[in-house]
């Protein structure tokens, strides 16, 4: 199936513990983009990668790190977990940079 | 203020039309977007409009864009209980890396 696939889909972790999730997409899309959803669904963008360029949102911690091994793929690595990171972590992806998003199914974590 | 505001609920009775209205502050856009997520799921493209359209139809979806008022709405026609979601209204626009921005969600309630 083509597809944008996360894992894993359920994340249970501790506080202070080290973290990925991984992402690809089968659609040879361009850009690929994380983003969080919190509790009440507000879905903010964490990061977007197009051709080697990678934008932050100046808001998330330094903790939280995408790493791209190659166009099809955009992981997220998370870095000393606090309680405040639980939310579903949605991946994405786009054709090019202003073009419509291809949703993951997305990954809830949740960090006790 | 939110760069991109919707109402959060709305509830109608299934045959009836549905409309759902979405506000932005960005008059730099260049793609609208709505998109729908299911209970556990991501997040689904609709449909789209790009700015200097008025109105798009696309089976019983109709999408209609004031640009001056910067005001889009989605209406559903013969809404059915399966429409029950959430819908996220998003912007692109020239000055934010057209990295899409979305709304907090409409939670459509369709009662049989």
């Known amino acids: 199936d083509t597809a944008v696939s996360q894992t894993p889909k359920y994340l249970v972790t501790q506080m202070g513990n080290d973290k990925s999730i991984k992402c690809e997409q089968n659609?040879?899309?361009?850009?690929m983009y994380w983003y969080k959803q919190d509790s009440k669904k507000f879905l903010k963008i964490m990061f977007s990668?197009?051709?080697?360029?990678?934008?932050i949102n100046e808001t998330v911690p330094n903790r939280f790190s995408p790493k791209s091994p190659d166009k099809a793929h955009l992981n997220l690595h998370i870095n000393s977990l606090e309680l405040g990171d639980s939310a579903v972590y949605f991946c994405?992806?786009?054709?090019?940079?202003?073009?419509?998003?291809?949703f993951g199914n997305g990954t809830r974590l949740t960090v006790t | 203020g939110e760069d991109v505001e919707q109402s959060l609920f709305l509830s109608v009775r299934e045959g009836d039309s549905s409309v759902i209205n979405c506000t932005y502050t960005?008059?730099?856009?260049?793609?609208l977007y709505w998109y729908k997520q299911e209970p556990g799921a991501g997040l689904q493209l609709l449909t789209y409009i790009f700015s200097n359209m008025d109105m798009k139809q696309d089976q019983r979806l109709t999408v209609l864009l004031n640009k001056k008022d910067k005001h889009l709405s989605l209406r559903i026609a013969d809404t059915q209980t399966g429409d029950s979601a959430i819908y996220f209204c998003?912007?692109?626009?020239?000055?934010?890396?057209?990295?899409?921005?979305f709304g907090r969600g409409t939670s459509l309630i369709v009662h049989p």
């Open positions: 994405a992806s786009s054709p090019q940079q202003d073009s419509p998003l291809h």
């Open positions: 659609l040879g899309h361009d850009t």
């Open positions: 990668y197009n051709n080697k360029e990678l934008i």
């Open positions: 960005d008059s730099s856009s260049t793609y």
């Open positions: 998003a912007e692109t626009t020239s000055g934010g890396s057209y990295i899409p921005t």
